[in-house]
């Protein structure tokens, strides 16, 4: 590990102490606890993307971006549960959405900026597998969530079931994801991409991520706590807390690690590590939660405003056209950053 590294965990396990500091003491200004509990949620983000990197380097570009992707997840994953067991269902489902539209909009096209700018023809070039498995999956989550939002806009009879569609759903989803996942981490490391030596024992990595897992649980729980105080007194919606701030403190991992990797020319891995993150989140994380919050106080469910079903289908037509045939440029990167700030702009006057 690198001093400038030792520096960062070092300054995370402060943001982290003074996040809890806050929670608890009393008179602390709830945008003050919001501000550090953004700053602990996204350097504990960090150390698992670091922590997991120097693991996965031992297994090729396919492994490492799932494990980077499923522990990166890890304190989205706290956010919305918490959020759906303190009743704060709007934010629980546009957290969600936006880690979805922020890794695949803004991480995506800002990983695609990078890359095209390293290269010296102005392309930056990957395999077109796992960008086009990405958009199927997305593509199949778009398909339930729009059925549903158009079954609730038009007050047909399935919207009186949409908790029993989104369970059923939820499971058919999981499953095509087990089959992709299985076939897609078989196929090995992708050829042209160089090994970096890791800079961490296995077992040190492995402590790191346990911290840091156990970590992000309980700052995830300061976060949404100071989150409605900060919503109201800052007078923002609560679709622009969930689909822009969550969602960009809760992807800090692929904010960061992705864009990096491009510049540094590690055009696989970079798009192995976003691209996992959001099909991960679409197939994986949105399913297992519709699940796991029925044993919470707010039942989640695939039926959003028409608004975020559109936004979404219009998503994953948007990424398949621009990344299905294996090469991105600087174009192509701003479009996805411009449709990113569209969408934002549209969450700050939802309610």
Known sequence: MTRTERYFVGGVVVATLLA??????SGISPVLAFVLATIALAGLAWVVSFATEQL???YGPAVTGFMQSTLGNLPEFFVVLFALNAGQLIV?????????????????????????????????????????????????????????????????????????????????ILIVYGTWLRKYLAGGA?????????RLSRAVAITMLAVAGVGSAFV???????????????HISQAFAGLVIVAIAGNAVENVTGIVLAAKGRSELAISVVKNSVAQIAAFLYPALVLVSLLTSTALTFALSPVYAGALFGTALIVWQITGDGE????????????????????????
């Open 190 to 198: 992708v050829p042209g991409e160089t090994a970096v030596a890791p």
């Open 92 to 172: 629980a489902q546009t957290a969600i959405l936006g880690s979805i539209l922020a890794n695949a909009l803004l991480v995506l096209g800002l990983v695609l900026v990078a890359g095209a700018n390293r290269s010296r023809d102005g392309l930056m070039r990957f395999s077109p597998r796992l960008p086009n498995d990405t958009a199927t999956l997305l593509l199949l989550a778009s398909f339930m969530i729009v059925l549903l939002a158009l079954a609730t806009a038009l007050h047909d009879p399935a919207s009186h079931h949409t908790k029993t569609i989104s369970i059923v759903g939820a499971v058919a």
């Open 220 to 234: 995830s729980d300061w976060f949404v706590h100071a989150l409605q105080p900060t919503i109201h007194q800052l």
């Open 328 to 351: 991105a440029s600087l174009f192509e990167g701003t479009a996805l950053v411009a449709a990113y700030v569209i969408l934002a702009m549209v969450a700050a006057f939802e309610t």
């Open 20 to 25: 809890g500091i806050a929670r608890y003491a």
């Open 56 to 58: 996965g380097e031992r």
